[in-house]
């Protein structure tokens, strides 16, 4: 059965370049690459996204920057990723860092402009100073809306990983599915489609949802 089969040992896998007959060592890669990538990217993104909520002049300055560099789609900037950085590992990284950054970076500014105007101004009224307000108010009331926004920018990093091994990489899911579609074994693309699948969904619910909760433990809970 090909669902065991890529698990313990494939033949066909097996005569792939620097293949090994399991999909372990190429899944563990893509989970790198994406686990790192969103992390680096999120941080970053949040970090301008809250210079963008505390100075105007940087919002005007780099807002519409931005809005077009995500409108770009992803398939369409890949292939320049390619052409100038070759099928390296840093190039799956940095386009996962950029798009992650995009993604988070409107997700906190949108966030900032969500908490409500009057708490902040209770805070100034308490003798609150700017800076204070900033991190007793408005930092805590964008942590849920954030920890939704790294959870959808984790899912999406699996489809950007991929396409971006189809197109040329030493290691990953994405280089296994270019070696099997011209030996058309369908079976054991859908194979490796299901275990990646399964590592998604038991790496958002048993660490990225934890994670979450205990980030947001203080967000009342519905019944």
């Not at 996204?49 to 398939?75: C, K, Q, T, Y």
Request: some cysteine; hydrophobic content about 55%.
């Amino acid at each position: 059965m090909a669902l065991a089969e890529v698990v313990w040992f494939s033949p066909v896998l097996a005569a792939a370049p620097g293949g090994t007959g399991q999909l372990t060592g190429d899944l563990l890669y893509t989970i790198a690459r994406c686990l790192s990538g969103v992390l680096v990217g999120g941080c970053l993104g949040v970090a301008v996204g809250l210079l963008m909520g505390w100075s105007l002049s940087a919002r005007h300055l780099l807002e519409n920057p931005l809005e077009v560099f995500r409108a770009i789609p992803p398939l369409a900037a890949i292939p320049f990723f390619i052409m100038w950085l070759g099928p390296a590992p840093i190039t799956q990284f940095l386009i996962l860092v950029l798009y992650s950054f995009l993604r988070i970076v409107i997700n906190t500014v949108e966030a900032i402009r969500n908490v409500a105007p009057v708490l902040t101004q209770y805070s100034r009224t308490l003798g609150a100073t700017r800076g204070q307000a900033f991190r007793t108010v408005i930092l805590p009331g964008i942590v849920p809306e954030l920890a939704g926004a790294m959870r959808v920018a984790f899912a999406a990093s699996w489809g950007l990983e991929i396409v971006a091994e189809l197109l040329g990489s030493p290691a990953g899911i994405g280089r296994l599915f270019t070696y099997l579609v011209p030996l058309l074994r369908p079976d054991l693309i859908i194979a490796l489609v299901f275990w990646t699948t399964i590592v998604a969904v038991v790496l958002d619910q048993l660490v990225l949802v934890p994670i979450v909760r205990w980030a947001t433990r203080w967000v009342p809970r519905a019944a």
